[in-house]
């Protein structure tokens, strides 16, 4: 399980964008802005995205080809920064949908409803940050 520090914890509640790396066919990485939430108790962090966008066919191309789909994803803020690495799933349920946006409205804003919205999932397994919000 990943606990983050009381200052790490504070820094991805605020209202801060990040970057998600994914995996092109060639093996190049594809990084976009993206909105995330960060779930303590599950060890799970959550993106809001349309179920055509290239990241969604990223993980979903890892998912078939039978290996996890290892992501980065990255908050900065001047000096302050965390990356959370682990394996990604991209996930269609309409409750886990409905309480994903439900979490983004939270830190972010309220989204409309997309019927083509999905959540990528990336249970995390590795946060890397910067040395003084690690102690």
Do not use: N
Not at 69 to 78: E, S
């Amino acid at each position: 399980m990943i606990h983050l520090t009381p200052e790490q914890h504070v820094f991805v509640t605020e209202r801060h964008l990040a970057t998600l790396a994914t995996l092109r066919p060639d093996g190049t990485p594809h990084v976009v802005p993206v909105g995330f939430t960060w779930d303590p108790e599950a060890g799970v962090l959550r993106i809001t995205t349309r179920v055509t966008s290239a990241k969604v066919r990223h993980i979903r191309r890892a998912a078939d080809a039978g290996r996890p789909a290892r992501v980065a994803v990255c908050q900065v803020d001047g000096g302050r920064w965390l990356t959370f690495e682990g394996a990604a799933t991209v996930e269609t349920d309409e409750d886990e949908v409905a309480d994903a946006v439900r979490r983004y409205a939270r830190r972010y804003r309220q989204l409309e409803h997309d019927p083509r919205r999905v959540v990528v999932r990336v249970a995390v397994d590795r946060v890397l940050g910067s040395d003084y919000m690690t102690r």
